[in-house]
């Protein structure tokens, strides 16, 4: 299995059959190496896109008709893209579990928000939401962007995944601080990967506070397009 973060909140997830792009944002991405876009999306079989603000899904839709690859994600979401621009998509909710190919995906909550730009003002995307992504023996949390929250105990209970991507950068999500505070106090992670931070000056520049507390996981901090391998 290996796991390219592809900066921000993306990742290239190789899982199993599968070739997952989840919440890929390259257009306007001023972390991500606009020469290496060929090389992340090669072979993608599935998008999954976590809730609609545009530094997750700017580019669901174009890649979506690029590759073939379906867009997988909440119901609301997926069926106005299908509605709107033709492409193939896969709808479910929280609660609900999708195979892709040899792989499961579960979705599951998150707190936080979720719309689509508009000339108007924000347009309804319906819910923001997290995955836990199965398979190799290993169980992925995805948190998508969240605040601590009470479900993440149930969660981590029930699913038991072994390895967490965490939104880490504070300001529109958890901090450093916060997401070492949940991941001790309601998972049990082999390896924590943080992510939605070091983008915007707004954002967390490091992840020193994190892996300081949790000496316990092994936190890995790649670089852009770097690949973790399990």
């Keep these: 299995m290996k796991i390219t973060w592809l900066g ?12 997952l792009l989840v919440d890929p944002w390259f257009t306007g991405n001023p972390v991500f190496p606009q020469e290496q876009r060929a ?38 979401l997926m069926s106005f893209w299908e509605a ?4 193939s998509t896969i709808g479910f909710n929280k609660g609900g579990t999708v195979q892709l190919g040899n792989a499961s995906v579960s979705m599951v909550a998150a707190a936080h928000s979720s719309s689509l730009g508009g000339d ?34 149930w969660m981590g209970e029930y699913y038991s995944p072994d390895i967490g991507i965490l939104c880490a950068g504070g300001h529109f999500t958890m901090d450093m601080k916060a997401a070492a505070w949940a991941a001790k106090k309601f998972f049990n992670f082999n390896t924590v990967i943080p992510c939605h931070y070091k983008t915007f000056p707004l954002l967390e520049q490091s992840a020193d506070a994190l892996v300081a507390a949790l000496p316990d996981v092994d936190v890995k901090t790649p670089e852009v397009m770097q690949t973790v391998e399990f």
């Design 120 to 153: 108007d003002g924000p347009i309804y995307a319906g819910a923001e939401a997290g995955f836990m992504i199965s398979g190799e023996g290993h169980t992925i949390y995805f948190s998508g962007d969240t605040d601590i929250m009470a479900d993440m105990g």
């Design 8 to 19: 921000h909140s993306g990742f290239r997830i190789e899982i199993e059959d599968q070739v």
């Design 84 to 87: 709107s621009h033709g492409v």
């Design 39 to 76: 090389e992340a999306v090669v072979g993608a079989t599935h998008i999954l896109i976590s809730h609609g603000h545009g530094d997750h899904t700017g580019d669901a839709v174009a890649l979506s008709q690029e590759t073939g690859a379906p867009v997988v994600g909440i119901f609301d």
